[in-house]
């Protein structure tokens, strides 16, 4: 079945960097976009990044551009989030997403979901 | 960017109530909603994508509606285990934006 696991998180001061990561099993990884979603505390859903399936394209929501990147090693079916520069307002928890794909290829929302890791920015 | 609007924020009604949530995109994204139900303490989940398609394993008593720039999730007969926030994404055109949420409890 689908997994989607997701490490790195931690505690760390404001202007420091981290790297999560997200391992996944049980479906072709390198068939299928990725995104990272977070979640501040008591928050709504954000989305932040996206990569394509072969990494050769990636979004970012505004408010990380130029201090997050996201990226994919799809020999090891796993997916990274470089946090930079790091700010009170990143904290939350950050979920690694699949892009589901219909019958016809198309797009059709987050299909799949990881457990979360907590990125907690404190001074 | 366009903007993804929900309401009512918050709504509470009784087990077998219809319960309808609304969700408005500032410009047109033809069919490219989904909406998703986080349950308190849990992972989001997929419920409905291209506006009224249900994903595999979803109830039946939900469903969704609209095109454009106007949706709704309905859920036809409350029941105890639909207590959650609910969220619409337009998810064709970055950025990928979620709606605010709509928490639902049982009366």
């Known amino acids: 079945q689908v997994q989607l696991v997701e490490s790195g998180g931690g505690v760390v001061h404001p202007g420091k960097s981290l790297r999560l990561s997200c391992g996944a099993t049980?479906?072709?990884?390198?068939?299928?976009?990725m995104h990272w979603v977070r979640q501040a505390p008591g928050k709504g859903l954000e989305w932040v990044a996206l990569?394509?399936?072969?990494?050769?394209?990636?979004y970012y929501v505004d408010s990380v551009k130029g201090r997050f990147t996201i990226s994919r090693d799809n020999s090891e079916n796993t997916l990274f989030l470089q946090m930079n520069s790091l700010r009170l307002d990143d904290t939350a928890v950050y979920y690694c997403?699949?892009?589901?794909?219909?019958?016809?290829?198309?797009?059709?929302?987050?299909?799949?979901w990881g457990q979360g890791t907590l990125v907690a920015v404190s001074s | 960017d366009i903007q993804m609007t929900q309401s009512p924020s918050s709504l509470s009604a009784s087990v077998g109530d219809r319960v309808t949530i609304t969700c408005r995109a500032s410009?047109?994204?033809?069919?490219?909603l989904a909406w998703y139900q986080q349950k308190p303490g849990k992972v989001p989940k997929l419920l409905i994508y291209?506006?009224?398609t249900l994903q595999s394993g979803v109830p039946s008593r939900f469903s969704g509606s609209g095109s454009g720039s106007d949706f709704t999730l309905t859920i036809r007969i409350l029941q105890p285990e639909d207590v959650a926030t609910y969220y619409c994404?337009?998810?064709?055109?970055?950025?990928?934006?979620f709606g605010g949420g709509t928490r639902v409890e049982i009366k």
């Open positions: 997403t699949r892009e589901g794909a219909d019958d016809y290829g198309g797009k059709s929302g987050f299909d799949y």
């Open positions: 049980g479906f072709t990884f390198n068939t299928y976009a």
């Open positions: 990569i394509s399936f072969d990494g050769s394209h990636q």
């Open positions: 410009q047109g994204i033809g069919n490219s």
């Open positions: 291209a506006a009224s």
């Open positions: 994404q337009k998810y064709k055109i970055v950025p990928l934006t």
